[in-house]
């Protein structure tokens, strides 16, 4: 990519604002409830509750991501459609992706692609369908295969630029080709839900009936040990999975309604948050930080959305704003 010089100097000046803002920004973690229709979000140093999305009632929540706009995106299951919220404020925004649109039903989860594109795995169709990343207007189907059996929520693209996703009903994670959609491989897991790359790369998926997360070598294809015993810290059904800005991975232990943390190496180190104390929490399905530990690459976008005079919504927490450098 050639840059013109004129532009060079304000892309800089905004990515350093993006880092600058995320590190200066205390941790918080999103806690997607399916059982109560609720997305809640706690401090990650106390984890004090300090509140919820609201405005507009949730049905059915599946996943909950920061957006490279800095809006949290909401798969909603029970509507179809996919939800965005002020990362500030708490309070709904607008529908990005509207109800059924390009044939998306029981949306479970979204990505971003490479090429800026939101990508969502529709659950009862078993499709991945694919959207403008600015407008959320359809662009077409990503994915579409008989051995593809009820995308699941952590469909993701990895650092190598294929598409992820967990295929429930088979037990399998396929890799499709980030660019055409085309099936590469595969490898075996019980009832598999979140997927997360590790600072190794290795991906960790959590199997839902083994009660454990799995490590795969994407590289050279091999299936690792796993990260802990299965039922290690009382774990039961886990589904949500996130590493941490403390470099712990947190759990979401569905069927004891708890987050989990464990270390690197899978020891099991506390409870972070306990439905039993608290009511708000109740099937954990999905665990999202903000800010996001990121990459520069990862800041990219919107921070190139900055650049073509879109506004950000993400906090100046370092002062000022980053248009207003010099070119």
């Known amino acids: 990519m050639l840059y013109r010089p004129g ?195 290795t991906l960790h998926v959590t199997s839902e009936t083994r009660n454990t997360v799995i490590r795969i070598n994407t590289d050279t294809g091999e299936r690792l040990e796993r990260l802990f015993e299965p039922g290690t810290g009382g774990v039961d059904t886990p589904i949500g999975l996130a590493r941490g800005p403390d470099d712990l991975w947190y759990v979401s232990s569905a069927g004891t309604d708890a987050v989990l943390r464990y270390d690197a190496d899978g020891n099991f180190v506390d409870t972070f948050l306990d439905g039993a104390s608290d009511g708000r929490i109740d099937v954990p399905v999905f665990l999202t930080f903000i800010p996001e530990p990121a990459t520069l690459l990862s800041l990219l976008p919107g921070a190139l959305l900055l650049l073509a005079g879109r506004r950000g919504v993400v906090a100046t927490r370092c002062g000022g704003d980053p248009r207003s450098s010099r070119g």
């Open 7 to 201: 532009k060079l100097g304000p892309l800089v000046a905004i990515l350093a604002w993006a880092v600058c803002a995320a590190a200066s920004a205390a941790p918080e973690l999103l806690v997607t409830s399916f059982g109560t229709d609720r997305v809640g979000r706690y401090d990650v140093d106390s984890g004090a509750f300090l509140g919820r999305l609201t405005g507009r009632g949730l049905d059915a929540p599946l996943a909950t991501r920061v957006g490279p706009d800095g809006m949290i995106y909401v798969a909603n299951e029970g509507t179809s459609e996919i939800l965005r919220y002020d990362p500030q404020t708490l309070t709904f925004q607008d529908v990005f992706v509207t109800a059924g649109d390009g044939g998306l039903d029981a949306p479970t989860g979204m990505t971003w692609g490479p090429d800026g594109d939101l990508y969502v795995p529709s659950f009862n169709t078993n499709t991945v369908l694919q959207y403008d990343g600015q407008t959320g207007a359809f662009v077409g189907e990503f994915v579409g295969s008989s051995d593809l059996l009820g995308p699941d929520n952590g469909t993701i693209f990895g650092p190598d630029g294929n598409l992820y996703v967990p295929s429930y009903f088979n037990n399998r994670v396929r890799r499709y080709d980030g660019t055409t959609g085309a099936f590469l491989d595969e490898w075996t897991v019980q009832r598999p839900r979140v997927l997360v790359f590790g600072p190794d790369n």
